[in-house]
Structure formats: structure tokens, C-alpha cells
């Protein structure tokens, strides 16, 4: 007897005494009929036609609204008017198989659940299709309890992975958004210290108006030095932020002593070399993302350790508090002061180099010069 035959003599049975159910029958029943939902949606595909029909009728008996394929290709085509929420597919068929047809299913109609048919109890095939993500397989012969049951199981798992990928989408939705929004308010941050930072670099240069553009102009030129050595973006911008408000210690500086017209005294110019410890006071609590204050406080220092304030040398002083030396020097010897006129930029670098290794450090100090004789950098 083969399993077609052997269905169909237990469909008529079923069709002969359909109030035979046992308590187990009734009970899958009462299961699958669910609570007033539109009707599920299931396409059947067999190449038997008895199969198919049975399937058919058990099923809408059982309150499911039901199609049929007899191949692959007519599936696909039902496919696209009938949505499916599960598909019950034999694996033998004419043309495509039916494991070829499921996984294009499984893969176009993420939400239709599967369950495989077939008259081959095969558990290695069992194996690679409960891999592939069909819920069960049922082998012929099929008794009628036996496929309702998997139906609402299938259902039931369906409808829980369908929750649990809602809920996984919602939630990186919500990600998504509260990334978003943190980045929004990063950049809003990010924008309003740099305007506090151009407000205090203003406010020092309003009061001393003839260094005006001086901390702008060292910002430029010590972030072009400092990616010439390939200081990295973070490395970059904290140089461009120590730069801009390197001088505001200035601001105790008597403004008659800032643009004295003359040689500055002995008194003066000590006072003039409180600015670094000054500006280091003032943006200490600043919590920037760098270390912005030891960089104000050591622009002044030399390679040597001839500079001021403490006479740091060698690794005492950042490398970014170097290119900022660096930075400092040219700018202030190219550029006019209250005292003298600007020495121009070619003097400036011959001073740097010069002194390259001893004050100021030499691969900072080549970049520098590098920069300016190829072109690629210019006081605007
Ligand atoms: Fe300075």
C-alpha cells in the first residue's frame, strides 16, 4: 500500500464519520479555531492531487483559508495574490523540489512559516530543513490530528518569532533614534566649546589688538604641522584648541605693557612671562577632552629646557605643546609687532631652523619649514 493510498483511506474515513474525533482531536481543534481572527492563510502544494484536496478540506474545516499549487512554479504565482502565512509543501515534485521552493519562501516571505512533506522519513533531510527554517516535517502517511497539531504549533512559533523580530526592530529603532540624538547633542556641544574657546581667544585679542589673528593664524599653522607628522584627528584638534587660546593668560597683562611701542623692561617682560601659568589657571577645571591647560602652560618651554615658566625639557614637554613652540615662534617673528615690524616668514624659519634640536624639536621643525617652501602652507 503505498502513502497515497494509505491517506487516502484515512481521509474517507474522516469523510465517512467526521464526528469520530477523539478528545485529543477536539482538542487540536478548539486550539487552531483561535479566538475570532481573521482566518490564516495557508498554500498547500503537492503534486497529488488527493493530497491536495484532503489537505485542503481538512484545513478549512478547521477554520484556515486554504490554496493549492500542484508545483513549484504555480506556487510562486499564487504567491503573489494569496498572502500566505504558511506554506505546506511537498519535497518531491516535478520541476523545482520542494526544498528549492522553501528556501526562496523563507527567504522572500520572511513572515510564512513552513512545514515540509514527504513520504521519505529521512532524518538527515529532517535535519537540513528544521536548519533551513521549516518548523516541522511530516511524513506520509498523515493522520489528520497529526497535521493540525503541527499547523498551530507552526503558528504559535510563527506568531512568537514574528513578536520577537518586531520587538528586536524596535529596539534598534529605538537605538538608532537615541543615537542620533546623542550625536546631535555632541555636535551641539562640540559647537558651543568651540565658541567659547573663539569668545576667549576674542577677548584676549580685544585687548591687544596688535597680536590680533596671532592665536588664529598659530592654530592654523600648528594643526598643518602637526598633521604633516601624522598626529592623529583627535591629536590634530587639540592642538587647533590649545592654539587658539594659547595666550589668554595675557589677559593680566597691563594693556599699556602689550602694545608698548618700545623694548620692554626687565619688570615687564617678567610680567610678560606670567601669561602661560596665568592661562594654565584659568582653563585648568576645563574639562575639554585633552589636556588643553598643560599645553598653554608649556608653549613657552624650549628643547633645552631654557624656556619658561618651569624650564621643562625634552619628554617634560607634550608633543603638542612642541608644535605649538613651533607654531608660536614663526607666526610671532613673520608678523609686525608694537616694538619692531614683522621679520617675514623666511627669517622666522631660518630661526627655527637654526635652533632645530636644541629649542625647538626637529622633526616639528622640518614639517614647518617643509610646509611653507613647498607651498603647501601660508599666513592668509
Ligand atoms: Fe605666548
Known sequence: MGPQTQLAESNADMELNPDSATTTEGLAEKVIAGGGESPKQILVVDDERPIRLLLQKILEANGYLCRTAENASDARNLLDEFTSDLVLCDINMPGESGLDFIRFVLKAYPDTAAIM?????????????LELGVYDYIIKPMDRNGILISVANAFRRRELEMANRSYRRNLEQMVDERTDSLQRSMSKLENAMNGIVRAIAHTVETRDPYTAGHQRRVADLAAAIAQEVGFDRDQIEAVRVAAIIHDLGKISVPAEILSKPSRLTANEFNLIKEHPQVGYDIVKDIEFPWDVSTMVYQHHEKLDGSGYPLG???????????????????????????????????????????????????????????????GRFSFD
Open 312 to 374: 621643562a625639557a625634552g619628554d617634560e614637554i607634550l608633543p603638542e605643546s612642541r608644535v605649538l613652540t613651533v607654531a608660536d615662534v614663526v607666526e610671532a617673528m613673520a608678523s609686525h609687532r608694537p616694538y619692531r615690524p614683522g621679520l617675514g616668514v623666511d627669517v622666522a624659519l631660518g630661526e627655527i631652523d637654526k635652533n632645530k634640536g636644541k629649542f625647538y624639536d626637529p622633526e616639528l621643525a622640518r614639517a614647518c619649514i617643509s610646509l611653507f617652501k613647498s
Open 117 to 129: 512533506v514527504s513520504a521519505i522519513g529521512d532524518p538527515h533531510l529532517a535535519e537540513s530543513m
